[in-house]
C-alpha cells in the first residue's frame, strides 16, 4: 500500500491550497481517508476526513475553512484548505483506515510521507 501526499508549499495569510493523496495498493473505496497534521514539537492532529460515501468530518480548527473530497475513480483524496493562518502551518499527512473510528492516528492503518505546509507573510 502506498498513500502519496502533495501540493504543499509556502503560501501568505488568508491564501489557499490544494494538498492531494494519490493511492494505491488498496481497495481505495472501502477506507475511510483521514487528514492530519503535525507542527515542529507538536503531537499529530486530526485534521478532517472522509467516509468512503462521502461523509465528512472536520476539526474544529478547520472547520470553515477546509474541505475534503474523494475522487473513487482516481483513488485520491484531497484537501482544499483556504483562509490559511500561520498557525496552520505544519507537514500534512494523508491516512487510510478500514475501521469505523478516525479520529486519532493510531485508528489509520496507512501513512503517506507528508507534504509540508508554510503559511507565513
Known amino acids: 500500500v502506498q498513500l502519496q501526499a502533495s501540493g504543499g508549499g509556502f503560501v501568505q495569510p488568508g491564501g489557499s491550497l490544494r494538498l492531494s493523496c494519490a493511492a494505491s495498493g488498496l481497495t481505495f473505496s472501502a477506507y475511510v481517508m483521514g487528514w492530519f497534521h503535525q507542527a515542529p514539537g507538536k503531537e499529530r492532529e486530526f485534521v478532517g476526513a472522509i467516509g468512503s460515501s462521502g461523509g465528512t468530518y472536520y476539526a474544529d480548527s478547520v472547520k470553515g475553512r477546509f474541505t475534503i473530497s474523494r475522487d473513487n475513480t482516481k483513488n485520491t483524496v484531497y484537501l482544499q484548505m483556504s483562509s490559511l493562518k500561520p498557525e496552520d502551518t505544519a507537514v500534512y499527512y494523508c491516512?487510510?483506515?478500514?475501521?469505523?473510528?478516525?479520529?486519532?492516528?493510531?485508528?489509520?492503518?496507512?501513512w503517506g510521507q507528508g507534504t509540508q505546509v508554510t503559511v507565513s507573510s
Open positions: 491516512a487510510a483506515s478500514v475501521g469505523r473510528r478516525w479520529l486519532i492516528p493510531d485508528d489509520y492503518n496507512y
